[in-house]
């Protein structure tokens, strides 16, 4: 592990942040980090600290509540990580576009699209959808689409029955 | 410009109306006011008319990919000043004729109607492409901002299906719409591309 | 028969004229048969579909441009003087004119030479004060 990385690692779990560690591989990505909301700037004041930049902020509409995606990389090394923070019961979620510039755009766009709220975002209006649809909020799904959270997560495919060669060497 | 000029930058003042053309479906009535030309010849008209057909001066105005095939129209393979139409113009002032290459969305369009405002009479519309048509591939339960046919916004005189058109099929849309004009197909005939000389 | 250079007017009259008349049938005409036909915003301004917002008066720029028309004023005045020499210059014999005109041009460029070395032509930068 690269020694910033584990420079990293440490920083978190001084703050009792739990990170699953995942196949990069597989997965594209190091890090899986579920976070209350409430310690969301924290976390990114923590990232910012760290020299990590901000890849970019989603939304994710599953059973409970929407998912906020977050996630982080570096340049100076391969490092990804991925946070999930699930919204509050009033669809309301801190901003970190005071920590990371680069958020402001990308929380606006997830206003658009899930009607989730930035609290103390300088400028939450719609960015990409027109200035009328402020309340369209197009992908939300409708009830019999939604999944449950940990069913869109991460499936792993199933062994496929392979040919006879590829099976010998395995 | 200060802030208060900036909180002005909001509903596109032809958001309403946009919603309205939607609701209906057409156009509906455009003009505020035609008082007709101070002078009205029927063999003027006649005239112009074929001037008009021989010299459309499209709008540099490509929405989506279709936009694409139309620079490709325009460039020398296929070569759209054979028909008097290569003048494309960048203002709506000097153009007559908008061609809607492509997808037009919900924040598109109210620009678009701008556009179409600002274009001198006469003009005409060629809605090219799938997407302008009918909303095309974006034509689904689930579409929250595609104007599914540009026709719903402004009137549209030649429709060029396709996904994106050929070049080919826009010039046979532009020739549809000189036959439109000027009631001729093909005002002033073309060589044939087997009389041409081989260079 | 009026005097030849009577006539040597008339021509001039009559190109101008011509070209006067060039000049404006295409309007004149166009105007005549042109469907008159106004939009809602077939009368704006702006021409690229998008609302345009403030006035025109409130675009502000820089005083500095004011240097601008110093400059132009200082090569612009060193020019105009030019003229008289030009007019006199057949009048005095050969090299005697071309030093006269170096001589008047070089007293001349000296009140450029002097604006400048005052620093008048040195652009003033403004920072931005946040």
Excluded at chain 1, 63 to 81: G, K, N, T, W
Excluded at chain 1, 110 to 136: C, K, M, Q, S
Excluded at chain 2, 101 to 112: I, L, P, Q, R
């Amino acid at each position: 592990m690269h020694p910033a990385t584990e420079k990293l690692v440490t920083a978190l779990s001084e703050q009792s942040i739990v990170l699953n560690e995942c196949d990069y591989a597989e997965r594209g990505y190091h890090f899986e980090i579920d976070l209350d909301a409430g310690r969301l700037r924290e976390f990114a004041q923590c990232m910012l600290e760290q020299e990590m930049y901000l890849v970019f902020v989603g939304g994710l509409h599953v059973d409970p509540a929407i998912e906020i995606i977050y996630q982080f990389a570096s340049y100076d090394r391969l490092c990804r990580l991925v946070l999930r923070v699930v919204v509050d019961s009033n669809n309301a979620i801190p901003t970190i576009s005071d920590i990371y510039q680069g958020a402001n755009w990308h929380e606006r766009e997830t206003r658009d699209f899930y009607g989730v709220i930035f609290i103390d975002h300088p400028n939450l209006v719609p960015l990409i959808l027109a200035e009328e649809d402020v309340d369209l909020k197009p992908l939300l799904k409708n009830s019999d689409n939604i999944k449950e959270s940990a069913a869109v997560r991460w499936v792993t495919v199933e062994e496929q029955p392979e040919t006879d060669e590829k099976a010998d060497t395995d | 410009m200060g802030d208060q000029e900036r909180g002005k930058l909001g509903v596109h003042s032809y958001a309403a109306e946009l919603q309205e053309r939607l609701k209906r479906g057409e156009p509906g009535n455009l003009v505020v006011r035609d008082p007709g030309p101070l002078f009205q010849n029927k063999i003027a008209d006649e005239i112009f008319n074929l001037c008009r057909a021989n010299s459309l001066w499209p709008m540099t105005f490509g929405l989506a990919c279709c936009a694409i095939e139309m620079m490709s129209l325009g460039m020398a393979r296929f070569d759209i000043s054979r028909f008097g139409s290569e003048v494309f113009r960048p203002s709506p002032r000097q153009s007559d004729l908008m061609i809607v290459a492509g997808t037009v969305n919900k924040k598109m369009a109210s620009a678009v109607m701008t556009l179409y405002d600002q274009m001198p009479s006469p003009k005409w519309v060629i809605a090219m492409g799938n997407c302008a048509i009918s909303g095309g591939p974006f034509a689904v339960e689930e579409n929250y901002n595609v104007i599914e046919g540009v026709d719903k916004l402004i009137p549209v005189d030649v429709y060029v299906p396709g996904c994106p058109p050929r070049p080919e099929g826009l010039l046979e849309g532009i020739l549809k719409l000189q036959e439109k004009i000027s009631g001729v197909r093909h005002p002033f005939p073309q060589r044939k591309m087997s009389d041409a000389p081989s260079y | 028969m009026p005097a030849p250079h009577v006539l040597d007017f008339v021509y001039v009259i009559v190109v101008l004229a011509g070209g006067v008349i060039a000049g404006f049938a295409p309007f004149v005409i166009s105007d005549i048969f042109r469907p008159r036909t106004v939009n809602k915003k077939t009368m704006l301004t702006y021409e690229c579909g998008m609302d345009p917002y403030g006035s025109a008066w409130d675009i502000r720029f820089g005083a500095a441009y004011y240097l601008y028309a110093l400059i132009f004023l200082a090569f612009d005045v060193d020019i105009l003087y030019l003229f008289p020499v030009a007019a006199a210059y057949d009048r005095v014999p050969g090299m005697q004119g071309v030093l006269e005109l170096f001589l008047f041009v070089g007293i001349l460029t000296m009140a450029i030479a002097y604006i400048w070395v005052k620093g008048v032509f040195t652009w003033a930068i403004k920072r931005e004060e946040n």
